[in-house]
């Protein structure tokens, strides 16, 4: 097929809301977007598995012990589908673990932050996995095949780490006055950081026009954002916590909240590698990947001798 005949074959499915297949034409840009960002997807899957894994041996019973080991491991699940399916667009895993150990590639901001008590996991999963679950469930429609499939299975799970979060912050929210105060300190610390998962505003986002022409993303990150703050306030105030914003303020003729920005200087200082945990995050993943060569090696040794077996046969 001519190149000109491939494009518009392309256009049409997206004008038509059909999905891109790994063996249909793209252009090279759409491709190259796909893979930063299915990549960039997945290190976050991965990375945010650290600050959640600091509590397993701290949970406060057996049971939410058990709920969190459960958790952390979904996130790792998560990461293995959104790796598959960027390898799905012509880039191996190696690659894409070597740009997130060399800081060429990003992770989502949030994983930064430390979790310093108990109710930073109820926050975790109430804020940081809300605003997962409202930028995700767009990209159950993501215009590429692979990467829509796997956000289904991914918005699935999500829903529960968020439900398990809030069971958290429910807890303490209505429990001793020091735990109430956990909750609140909690929430104080972990708001900005949540509204910053979003991206920059959309007046400097320098990927979203393409992303939204494309369809890759179907919502801007100011829209997402806002949705965002009209959910969460109307949770906080039933757990009788207060959103550490003293803008925020209901105005009918957005139907939303006003709120104040998050330090966009910040965030720019934890993108570039400077935040509060990012060099123990990427040394706790590079010692987690050289003590896993021995399993590579042996799961490549496997695949050969299984090969070699087949072919003979
Ligand atoms: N953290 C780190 N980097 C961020 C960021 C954040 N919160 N927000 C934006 N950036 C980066 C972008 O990657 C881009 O950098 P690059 O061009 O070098 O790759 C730059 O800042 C400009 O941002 P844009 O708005 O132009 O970029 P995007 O259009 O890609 O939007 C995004 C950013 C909303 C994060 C988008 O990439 C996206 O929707 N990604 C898929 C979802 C995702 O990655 N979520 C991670 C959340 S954590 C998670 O899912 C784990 C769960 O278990 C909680």
Same mark, same amino acid.
């Given at each position: 097929?001519?190149?000109?005949?491939?494009?518009?074959?392309?256009?049409?499915?997206?004008?038509?809301?059909?999905?891109?297949?790994?063996?249909?034409?793209?252009?090279?840009?759409?491709?190259?977007? @796909?893979?930063?960002?299915? $990549?960039?997807?997945?290190?976050?899957?991965?990375?945010?598995?650290?600050?959640?894994?600091?509590?397993? $041996?701290?949970?406060?019973?057996?049971?939410?012990?058990?709920? @969190?080991?459960? *958790?952390?491991?979904?996130?790792?699940?998560?990461?293995?589908?959104?790796?598959?399916?960027?390898?799905?667009?012509?880039?191996?895993?190696?690659?894409?673990?070597?740009?997130?150990?060399?800081?060429?590639?990003?992770?989502?901001?949030?994983?930064?932050?430390?979790?310093?008590?108990?109710?930073?996991?109820?926050?975790?999963?109430?804020?940081?996995?809300?605003?997962?679950?409202?930028?995700?469930?767009?990209?159950?429609?993501? $215009?590429?095949?692979?990467?829509?499939?796997?956000?289904?299975?991914?918005?699935?799970?999500?829903?529960?780490?968020?439900?398990?979060?809030?069971?958290?912050?429910?807890?303490?929210?209505?429990?001793?006055?020091?735990?109430?105060?956990?909750?609140?300190?909690?929430?104080?610390?972990?708001?900005?950081?949540? @509204?910053?998962?979003?991206?920059?505003?959309?007046?400097?986002?320098?990927?979203?026009? *393409?992303?939204?022409?494309?369809?890759? *993303?179907?919502?801007?990150?100011?829209?997402?954002?806002?949705?965002?703050?009209?959910?969460?306030?109307?949770?906080?105030?039933? @757990?009788?916590?207060?959103?550490?914003?003293?803008?925020?303020?209901?105005?009918?003729?957005?139907?939303?909240?006003?709120?104040?920005?998050?330090?966009?200087?910040?965030?720019?200082?934890?993108?570039?590698?400077?935040?509060?945990?990012?060099?123990?995050?990427?040394?706790?993943?590079?010692?987690?990947?050289?003590?896993?060569?021995?399993?590579?090696?042996?799961?490549?040794?496997?695949?050969? *001798?299984?090969?070699?077996?087949?072919?003979?046969?």
């Amino acid at each position: 097929m001519e190149t000109n005949e491939a494009q518009a074959v392309f256009e049409s499915k997206l004008a038509n809301n059909e999905y891109i297949e790994p063996k249909d034409w793209m252009p090279e840009d759409y491709r190259k977007h @796909l893979i930063r960002q299915i $990549s960039q997807h997945a290190h976050s899957e991965v990375v945010g598995m650290l600050p959640e894994g600091n509590w397993i $041996s701290r949970a406060p019973s057996l049971r939410a012990k058990l709920v @969190l080991l459960a *958790k952390v491991q979904d996130e790792g699940g998560h990461g293995l589908y959104l790796y598959t399916a960027a390898e799905t667009l012509g880039t191996s895993r190696d690659e894409m673990l070597d740009a997130l150990l060399t800081g060429k590639a990003k992770y989502s901001s949030i994983f930064n932050y430390p979790t310093l008590t108990w109710a930073d996991i109820g926050a975790i999963g109430w804020l940081v996995d809300g605003a997962a679950i409202m930028n995700q469930v767009m990209l159950q429609r993501t $215009s590429y095949g692979p990467y829509s499939r796997a956000m289904i299975r991914i918005c699935k799970e999500e829903s529960f780490h968020q439900r398990q979060g809030y069971e958290i912050m429910t807890r303490m929210a209505f429990g001793s006055p020091e735990q109430k105060d956990m909750a609140q300190d909690a929430l104080n610390r972990w708001w900005y950081p949540s @509204l910053m998962m979003f991206g920059p505003p959309d007046t400097e986002s320098p990927n979203s026009e *393409k992303a939204i022409k494309w369809r890759i *993303k179907r919502e801007t990150n100011d829209q997402l954002r806002q949705r965002f703050v009209n959910q969460t306030v109307v949770q906080a105030t039933y @757990l009788g916590l207060k959103v550490p914003d003293d803008k925020l303020k209901w105005n009918p003729e957005k139907d939303g909240y006003d709120y104040s920005d998050p330090d966009w200087n910040e965030f720019k200082n934890v993108i570039k590698g400077h935040g509060i945990c990012n060099r123990e995050r990427i040394n706790a993943r590079q010692k987690a990947h050289d003590n896993g060569a021995w399993v590579r090696a042996a799961a490549n040794a496997y695949s050969q *001798k299984q090969n070699q077996q087949s072919e003979a046969a």
